[in-house]
């Protein structure tokens, strides 16, 4: 199976700076790549399908890039909801598996 | 307003069953495949199982083969997880998903359920 690695396990960083996060793949996921937010208590939200595009009602401050092994996941400028974790998702084979997961804190 | 509800979780002995129901609401459910997606506490995210739309077709996780099976009632707008020979490794918040594929073979999950908590111990 294809596995995802998320760095790093946990960013800190202050409102209004720039997050970014990297999501490496054991092999070529093509742009079938996607990312989620999740708050304590609550499920997953889908954020960005295929590597780029927002889904619908995501701000955005909230983009993704790459191909292939290497993703991105950019929030422009962090708002004080976006502290949480985020995992990506690969749906380029299966089963499909998600990275371990990143914790943005405030710092 | 996509709402998917489950229920069903509670606690169970090792080596015991329990069935997982999903209410789905708010979108045409016939049409969409079905999946289920665990959590264990702490961890990070494990897809379980898929269903096609029309039922026919199912995707396990390697860890839950021949153990769990998954099913749909599209009369009911609702999904099942049948899981049997529990163990310890399955204690988990199971969450129903929506998978969307758009055209390809693999879903991505654009809609999640608030999940139903599977504890095994003894």
């Known amino acids: 199976e294809i596995v995802l690695t998320q760095s790093p396990a946990t960013l800190s960083l202050s409102p209004g700076e720039r997050a970014t996060l990297s999501c490496r793949a054991s092999?070529?996921?093509?742009?079938?790549l996607a990312w989620y937010q999740q708050k304590p208590g609550q499920p997953p939200r889908l954020l960005i399908r295929?590597?780029?595009n927002r889904a619908t009602g995501i701000p955005a401050r909230f983009s993704g890039s790459g191909s292939g092994t290497d993703f991105t996941l950019t929030i422009s400028s962090l708002e004080p909801e976006d502290f949480a974790v985020y995992f990506c998702?690969?749906?380029?084979?299966?089963?499909?598996?998600f990275g371990g997961g990143t914790e943005v804190e405030i710092k | 307003e996509v709402q998917l509800l489950e229920s069903g979780g509670g606690l169970v002995h090792p080596g015991g069953s329990l069935r997982l129901s999903c209410a789905a609401s708010?979108?045409?459910?016939?049409?969409?495949?079905m999946n289920w997606v665990r959590q264990a506490p702490g961890k990070g995210l494990e897809w379980v199982s898929d269903?096609?739309?029309?039922?026919?077709?199912?995707h396990y996780a390697d860890s839950v083969k021949g153990r769990f099976t998954i099913s749909r009632d599209n009369s009911k707008n609702t999904l099942y997880l049948q899981m049997n020979s529990l163990g310890a490794d399955d204690t988990a918040v199971y969450y129903c998903?929506?998978?969307?594929?758009?055209?390809?073979?693999?879903?991505?999950?654009?809609?999640w359920g608030q999940g139903t908590l599977v504890i095994v111990s003894s």
């Open positions: 708010g979108f045409t459910f016939s049409s969409s495949a």
């Open positions: 998702q690969q749906r380029s084979s299966w089963p499909p598996t």
């Open positions: 269903v096609t739309a029309g039922g026919g077709n199912t």
């Open positions: 092999q070529s996921v093509s742009s079938y």
């Open positions: 295929d590597a780029s």
């Open positions: 998903a929506r998978g969307k594929r758009d055209g390809y073979n693999l879903p991505y999950f654009d809609y």
